[in-house]
């Protein structure tokens, strides 16, 4: 059963995503105990941002559309070279586990914590787009991530990130459809942006 602290929702992100209030910050293996324990019920999306247990929007058909071209491609490019998580947590630094779109991580079971270490992460947005900007892009530059896809859903594009430093990346491209991304992890791997991002909502 849900305790009071758990129901309680205000906004708190810069995007229209809710916050799961608590008296203090929680860490991740506090949030991964009470995951475990059935606190977090009815079936939403959630994830560990800073301490603060964020509600996760709903995936539209175009969110669901990206992600599984996504993934059908790195799986089919990268066999046996890498673990493609699709929407499943990463162990971030401190008190941070996010649930990214994808993740593109070495090999292994990680049976006794989430994957510490990517390649690549990928972040699909729509409402999310400035929270998967500022908040997202930290993060994983915080943690050492080579690369960060944010996929534009609003411009249909590709927003690609590398080169963290200090807590930030100091490089971004943005990738139309009709042009290609190189991987930088894995340079003999190019990927049309055709082939997962569908052209903006407006045209």
């Keep these: ?22 008296p203090r910050p929680i860490s991740r293996r506090e949030f991964n105990r009470m995951v475990e ?6 079936g ?14 709903p995936q539209s058909s175009r969110h669901a559309y990206a992600v599984r071209r996504l993934d059908r491609l790195f799986q089919l490019a990268l066999q046996g070279q890498v ?21 593109l991580v070495p090999p292994g079971d990680y049976l006794d914590d989430h ?12 409402s999310s787009l400035e929270r998967d900007r500022v908040i997202k892009r930290a993060i994983y530059a915080e943690n050492g991530v080579p690369e960060y896809w944010v996929v534009n859903l609003i411009a249909g594009t590709v ?9 930030d990346y100091a490089t971004k491209q943005t990738f139309p459809r009709g042009s ?21 909502a407006a045209e």
């Design 44 to 57: 939403e999306r959630i994830e560990l941002l800073r301490g603060v247990v964020v509600r996760m929007s």
């Design 159 to 167: 927003e690609v990130h590398t080169d963290p430093s200090d807590g």
């Design 37 to 42: 324990a059935g606190v977090f019920e009815g």
């Design 180 to 200: 290609s991304i190189v991987l930088h992890a894995f340079p003999g791997v190019s990927v049309p942006v055709d082939d997962f991002v569908p052209p903006a």
């Design 83 to 103: 673990e493609v998580c699709a929407q499943l947590p990463f162990a971030a630094l401190g008190d941070t586990q996010p649930e990214p779109d994808l993740t």
């Design 115 to 126: 994957p510490p270490e990517a390649y690549l992460v990928v972040e699909v947005a729509n």
């Design 1 to 22: 059963m849900q305790n009071a602290t758990s129901r309680r929702y205000a906004t708190g992100m810069p995007d229209d995503a809710s916050t799961l209030l608590s």
